[in-house]
């Protein structure tokens, strides 16, 4: 098992370099290398290759950070995009909002960056009024999307007192 693993990693690491050539850095090859990872890896490799692209804090690294939150892969995109709101880099908040309103995205998708974009909202002071005809225009009808609502509600906002 594990020397399968090593030979699907060889063979993205090696795809990654063949997909993007003009890659040049060395930095460049690690975000690459930690993609590839991130796309064929086991859930502990996952979640290792996506914090070192958060860590890195590059245009290269966020760049793969939303090329894997594109993923069909539901917990591959879910991973991501909560990745990119822990980052919150400047146009992250735009990505997750976008996310979380794309009803061709899978559920988990969806909720894991309506969750994120809440948070940073959040994290910046600002009041459930202030965000919640924004979170509930891109929950809309999905039920799974407006229970992840009511729990951040009540466990960030009403928190700290609500409104």
């Known amino acids: 098992m594990?020397?399968?693993?090593?030979?699907?990693?060889?063979?993205?690491?090696?795809?990654?370099?063949?997909?993007?050539?003009?890659?040049s850095s060395a930095a460049d090859k690690r975000v690459a290398e930690l993609q590839?990872?991130?796309?064929?890896?086991?859930?502990?490799?996952?979640?290792?290759?996506?914090?070192?692209l958060v860590r890195k804090d590059s245009s290269e690294s966020r760049g793969a950070l939303e090329a894997l939150a594109a993923s069909r892969d539901a917990e591959l995109a879910s991973?991501?995009?909560?990745?990119?709101?822990?980052?919150?880099?400047?146009?992250?908040r735009t990505k997750l909002a976008d996310a979380a309103g794309d009803a061709k995205r899978s559920d988990a998708a969806r909720a894991?960056?309506?969750?994120?974009?809440?948070?940073?909202?959040?994290?910046?002071?600002?009041?459930?009024?202030a965000v919640n005809g924004t979170a509930e225009s891109k929950a809309g009808s999905n039920d799974l999307l407006k229970d992840v609502l009511s729990a951040v509600k009540k466990a960030r906002f009403d928190a700290k007192g609500g409104q």
């Open 2 to 23: 594990m020397k399968r693993r090593l030979m699907l990693f060889a063979l993205a690491a090696g795809a990654a370099a063949l997909v993007a050539p003009g890659i």
């Open 36 to 52: 590839a990872i991130a796309e064929t890896g086991g859930r502990s490799r996952r979640l290792a290759a996506i914090d070192e």
């Open 79 to 92: 991973l991501a995009l909560l990745a990119i709101g822990r980052a919150d880099y400047s146009g992250a």
């Open 112 to 129: 894991a960056a309506l969750t994120a974009w809440l948070r940073a909202e959040e994290k910046d002071g600002k009041s459930w009024d």
